[in-house]
């Protein structure tokens, strides 16, 4: 046959095992007719007697006796891979899960989450990719297991998304900046020498536009590609940063925080991962387990959000 129906291993099973077309009907529901034109489709199949007379009964040739001891676990493998996936056993979990992220997210999130895993499931390894664009190419085609940022427009309808917290962007300056001595203005905030932050290089974003809606430009000093080095510049300088609350969190320390004299949309943080995943259960407790550390680490800021389904 060029295409073999691999439903006959079950019948051969059942033949091999009882010895008899009777019996092997009977073990399978079939009417003992049927059961032979199953048996007569094998021997066709195989070029093989298989189950020859003996007296009253059926005994095996010598390719059905060496097919006897393969048949079983094979059938046994087979229906295992059919079944669902087993509970996971974290203890024995090996594997490295990529993580696209940017460089606030691990700096802020990436200890709980890694203490998280060394506890639960040791032998859980991750690779944290930076995050340089919104392309899904890597969740489509498997190198990235989960992303986490803003989803975009272009995101695939496909995707998978679970938020995982909501933010809103501050302003931060070192302290004894001139800027925090007094009401903080739209104006004295545009004033101010400022470090901007784009992966794109793009100049301009939500901050400006809200500033240009009350006819200011924000004073850009500095452009550059990610929230933790501006919050170092920020620190040692006095250029104004401003970052998302929750997503630089501790990475504030030595800083003062101040709320944006403009109104900006808030953003939502969220992770993306393709459907492929979704019945997995290892990438199940990987979803879980980011969830539970970003939870924990606005918990210990003060910084509790709202579920995040």
Same mark, same amino acid.
């Given at each position: 046959?060029?295409?073999?129906?691999?439903n006959?291993l079950i019948t051969l099973?059942?033949l091999?095992?009882?010895?008899s077309?009777a019996?092997a009907?009977?073990r399978?529901?079939l009417?003992?007719?049927?059961?032979?034109r199953a048996?007569?489709?094998l021997?066709?199949?195989?070029g093989d007697?298989?189950?020859v007379r003996?007296?009253?009964g059926?005994?095996p040739?010598p390719r059905?006796l060496a097919?006897?001891e393969?048949i079983g676990?094979l059938?046994?493998?087979?229906?295992?891979a059919l079944?669902p996936?087993?509970q996971l056993?974290l203890?024995?979990?090996q594997?490295?899960f990529?993580? %696209?992220?940017?460089?606030?997210?691990?700096?802020?999130?990436g200890?709980?989450?890694i203490?998280?895993a060394a506890r639960?499931?040791p032998g859980?390894?991750?690779?944290?990719a930076?995050?340089?664009?919104?392309d899904n190419a890597?969740?489509r085609?498997?190198s990235?297991?989960?992303d986490?940022?803003v989803?975009g427009?272009a995101?695939?309808?496909?995707l998978r998304?679970?938020l995982l917290?909501r933010? %809103?962007?501050i302003g931060v300056?070192?302290?004894?900046?001139?800027?925090?001595?007094?009401?903080?203005s739209?104006?004295?905030?545009?004033?101010?020498?400022?470090v901007c932050?784009?992966r794109r290089?793009?100049?301009?974003?939500?901050?400006?536009?809200?500033?240009?809606?009350?006819g200011?430009?924000?004073n850009?000093a500095?452009?550059?590609?990610?929230f933790t080095a501006a919050?170092a510049?920020?620190?040692a300088?006095d250029?104004?940063?401003s970052v998302?609350?929750?997503?630089t969190?501790?990475l %504030?320390?030595?800083?003062?925080?101040?709320a944006?004299?403009v109104?900006?949309p808030?953003?939502?943080?969220s992770?993306i991962?393709?459907?492929r995943?979704?019945?997995?259960?290892a990438?199940?407790?990987? %979803?879980?387990c980011?969830?539970?550390a970003?939870?924990?680490?606005?918990?210990?800021?003060g910084?509790e959000?709202g579920?995040?389904?």
């Open positions: 046959m060029s295409t073999p129906d691999l006959l099973n059942a091999l095992a009882e010895g077309v019996g009907a009977r399978l529901g009417s003992p007719s049927a059961m032979s048996l007569a489709r021997r066709a199949a195989m007697p298989l189950l003996a007296g009253r059926l005994v040739t059905a097919l006897r393969r676990p059938l046994s493998e087979a229906e295992a079944r996936a087993r056993d203890r024995s979990l594997r490295t990529t993580l %696209r992220t940017s460089d606030g997210f691990v700096e802020n999130f200890p709980g989450l203490e998280r639960d499931a859980a390894r991750f690779r944290f930076l995050k340089a664009d919104k890597p969740l085609d498997g990235v297991d989960l986490t940022g989803v427009a995101a695939g309808p496909e998304v679970r917290f933010d %809103r962007f300056a070192r302290e004894g900046h001139p800027l925090l001595d007094g009401e903080i739209a104006e004295r905030y545009a004033a101010a020498r400022h932050m784009s290089g793009q100049e301009r974003g939500p901050i400006d536009e809200a500033l240009k809606a009350l200011l430009r924000r850009a500095t452009l550059v590609g990610g919050l510049l920020a620190r300088t250029l104004v940063a998302p609350e929750r997503h969190g501790s %504030r320390d030595g800083l003062r925080s101040f944006l004299p109104e900006v808030g953003l939502s943080i992770m991962w393709h459907p995943q979704d019945a997995d259960p990438h199940q407790w990987l %979803r879980g980011v969830k539970a970003c939870d924990e680490r606005l918990a210990a800021c910084l959000d579920p995040g389904d």
